[in-house]
T-cell receptor
Framework: NAGVTQTPKFRILKIGQSMTLQCAQD?????MYWYRQDPGMGLKLIYY???????DKGEVPNGYNVSRSTTEDFPLRLELAAPSQTSVYFC??????????????FGQGTRLTVV | GEDVEQSLFLSVREGDSSVINCTYT??????LYWYKQEPGAGLQLLTY?????DMKQDQRLTVLLNKKDKHLSLRIADTQTGDSAIYFC?????????????FGSGTRLSIRP
């Protein structure tokens, strides 16, 4: 299993540009998450999904959109990039049930800079 | 306010024990976790504890849970330079019909010789 795969690893955007951060998992997990980690800070939940076709807002959803058309993929869309969106973005997935409860498996992160 | 709180920094001498503390707010949390993040990497699960347990030991790691005070701690015995990382406390939190994981801000553990 590849686990959770994020692309790209790095990206520089100009203010007002758009982009999609890709996330795919091959573990057949129902739950998927997008977090952002600002420099020296913890993780903030942007959006999450409990299954294909279902998404919900986290703590900091403004400026982002997501979709979940398949179990495997959970892309994160930035429509009008702003400097405040400069951050490291982590995608994660989990079973959501079972002995380990909601243990999350993380991707390697996408480092985004908006200038 | 923050759902999960941790102190930001901890410095310990190599070979000593490290104790990282965390407080959480949701008394209905089912699982509580400790994740480790090494520089430039994603988070990896270190250990977890089910909410009906008080303690869990796994080699050099000891997790203590005080449900009454909503306090979780991670003790690392014989701390080594390879333990330098950011440690995140997390809880699984029910929100209507879904569970989501809420993380603390992370504690940066540094090891001095």
């Amino acid at each position: 299993n590849a686990g959770v795969t994020q692309t790209p690893k790095f990206r520089i955007l100009k203010i007002g540009q758009s982009m999609t951060l890709q996330c795919a998992q091959d573990m057949n997990h129902n739950y998927m998450y997008w977090y952002r980690q600002d420099p020296g800070m913890g993780l903030k939940l942007i959006y999450y999904s409990v299954g294909a076709g279902i998404t919900d807002k986290g703590e900091v959803p403004n400026g982002y959109n997501v979709s979940r058309s398949t179990t495997e993929d959970f892309p994160l869309r930035l429509e009008l990039a702003a400097p405040s969106q400069t951050s490291v973005y982590f995608c994660a997935s989990s079973y959501g049930t079972g002995k380990r409860g909601t243990e999350a498996f993380f991707g390697q992160g996408t480092r985004l800079t908006v200038v | 306010g923050e759902d999960v709180e941790q102190s930001l920094f901890l410095s310990v001498r190599e070979g000593d024990s490290s104790v990282i503390n965390c407080t959480y707010t949701d008394s209905s949390s089912t699982y509580l976790y400790w994740y480790k993040q090494e520089p430039g990497a994603g988070l990896q699960l270190l250990t977890y504890i089910f909410s009906n347990m008080d303690m869990k030991q796994d080699q050099r790691l000891t997790v203590l849970l005080n449900k009454k005070d909503k306090h979780l701690s991670l003790r690392i015995a014989d701390t080594q330079t390879g333990d330098s990382a950011i440690y995140f406390c997390a809880e699984s939190k029910r929100d209507s019909s879904a569970s989501k994981i809420i993380f603390g801000s992370g504690t940066r553990l540094s090891i001095r010789p």
